[in-house]
């Protein structure tokens, strides 16, 4: 049973280009959340997503960043004309349930560096 | 408001000897906590969480509600436990609130 996936595992990206993360769920989990940890910092959460739902995006900035969790395929988090300080590591995480004491499954984080 | 805070960046010690990882959480409600591990070159993964009341590779964390603290404790301390370690809090719809984390380094 493969864990959380996440590709591309390092993102090259110049000021200005648009990032597109991919994230494929633990088989069977219908819930997904990701996370961003700047350099020197823990993990900030960002959106909270079900199939074809934001839950919470509480965390996401306001402007360039947004989610999907379409009913088929990974959940994308796209980030439009990045800049230098979007470089940082990207973490989903996905489980089974909405509780509060699930556990999250975390994939391997993609590092995006802005040049 | 919902947070997190680890004092230590890193915390040295040598083989055998008793290891404290310190947390302290903020929240209004009935909290749910969590210890994750990240060991080198691994992804994050959970160590432990507080309604298990269950030991893992000889970690144990209690939930002191008077202090706030959820700190993990470990007796003896082994090389392999050399890792970075997050405690979270379980937020509103279930999002995880992550500490700065503490790197343990346990020397032989």
């Known amino acids: 049973n493969a864990g959380v996936m996440q590709n591309p595992r390092h993102l090259v990206r110049r000021r200005g280009q648009e990032a597109r993360l991919r994230c494929s769920p633990v088989?069977?989990?219908?819930?997904v959340y990701w996370y961003r940890q700047l350099p020197e910092e823990g993990l900030k959460f960002m959106v909270y997503l079900q199939k074809e739902n934001i839950i919470d995006e509480s965390g996401m900035p306001k402007e360039r960043f947004s989610a999907e969790f379409p009913k088929e395929g990974p959940s994308i988090l796209r980030i439009q004309q990045v800049v230098r300080g979007d470089s940082a590591a990207y973490f989903c995480?996905?489980?089974?349930?909405?509780?509060?004491?699930?556990?999250?499954?975390f994939g391997p984080g993609t590092r995006l560096t802005v040049l | 408001a919902q947070r997190v805070t680890q004092p230590e960046k890193l915390l040295s010690v040598f083989k055998g000897a008793p290891v404290e990882l310190k947390c302290n959480y903020s929240y209004s409600g009935s909290p749910e906590l969590f210890w994750y591990v990240q060991y080198s070159r691994q992804r994050l993964q959970l160590l432990l969480r507080?309604?298990s009341r269950e030991s893992i590779k000889g970690f144990t964390a209690d939930l002191n509600k008077g202090e706030t603290s959820f700190h993990l404790k470990k007796p003896f301390a082994q090389e392999e436990d050399s890792a970075m370690y997050y405690c979270a809090l379980g937020g509103n719809t279930g999002k995880l609130i992550f500490g700065q984390g503490t790197t343990l380094q346990v020397k032989p």
């Open positions: 507080h309604i």
């Open positions: 088989k069977g989990h219908s819930h």
């Open positions: 995480a996905s489980s089974p349930g909405q509780g509060r004491t699930d556990t999250q499954y």
